[in-house]
T-cell receptor
Framework: GAVVSQHPSRVICKSGTSVKIECRSL??????MFWYRQFPKQSLMLMAT?????????EQGVEKDKFLINHASLTLSTLTVASAHPEDSSFYIC???????????????FGPGTRLTVL | AQKITQTQPGMFVQEKEAVTLDCTYD???????LFWYKQPSSGEMIFLIY??????QNATEGRYSLNFQKARKSANLVISASQLGDSAMYFC?????????????FGKGTRLSVIA
């Protein structure tokens, strides 16, 4: 099946550092990618929807100037956490949907996640 | 807007027994999809089963079956013959099929523990 990769899988950084997370669809083209955040023992919360070649759509309460999303190609979306602080520590998961879209169940794939720890 | 409710924060089941994880949903969309995902401690999201709102039959995938009751807006997951490896978080999710490229909306999850 299709594979979505994320890099890095784990990052520990100092407060004030900017962190970039990459999400790649390895064997399919993804016109749409979704970024989720998951705090410990909680559910996945949608942060933003990223469409190739256009600006991301952010969910209410998510600061677009802090969580910068770039979807430059059909296989790559990046999330940059600008000036990260300890409260940004979380598990970030991307999800990619195949360009064929449609209403089938098996066209959205999840990356393995990136665990961010800000000291 | 869609909403998923999972009322069981945690469940225990004896190995080899069946278990039902509850999920109710709310949506005004005429067409939608319902999903179940498993998340082990590693964090990866593993797709288990899908039910379309217009599917006449309940979905089944191996040991997983989805008890879909449209009038009650419920989509419970049934795991038969539980195995120790089934211990994980389970998330019910849905998305609109009425509009294009809508994201999955997740419930709060249920932590399943399988006891030997």
């Amino acid at each position: 099946g299709a594979v979505v990769s994320q890099h890095p899988s784990r990052v520990i950084c100092k407060s004030g550092t900017s962190v970039k997370i990459e999400c790649r669809s390895l064997d399919f083209q993804a016109t749409t990618m979704f970024w989720y955040r998951q705090f410990p023992k909680q559910s996945l919360m949608l942060m933003a929807t990223s469409n190739e070649g256009s600006k991301a759509t952010y969910e209410q309460g998510v600061e677009k100037d802090k969580f910068l999303i770039n979807h430059a190609s059909l296989t790559l979306s990046t999330l940059t956490v600008a000036s990260a602080h300890p409260e940004d520590s979380s598990f970030y998961i991307c999800s990619a949907r195949e360009a064929s879209g449609g209403d089938s169940s098996d066209t959205q794939y999840f990356g393995p996640g990136t665990r961010l720890t800000v000291l | 807007a869609q909403k998923i409710t999972q009322t069981q924060p945690g469940m225990f089941v004896q190995e080899k027994e069946a278990v039902t994880l509850d999920c109710t949903y709310d949506t005004s969309d005429p067409s939608y999809g319902l999903f179940w995902y498993k998340q082990p401690s590693s964090g990866e999201m593993i797709f288990l089963i899908y039910q379309g709102s217009y599917d006449q039959q309940n979905a089944t995938e191996g040991r997983y079956s989805l008890n879909f009751q449209k009038a009650r807006k419920s989509a419970n997951l049934v795991i038969s013959a539980s195995q120790l490896g089934d211990s994980a978080m389970y998330f019910c999710a849905m998305r609109s099929l009425f509009e294009g490229n809508t994201p999955l909306v997740f419930g709060k999850g249920t932590r399943l523990s399988v006891i030997a």
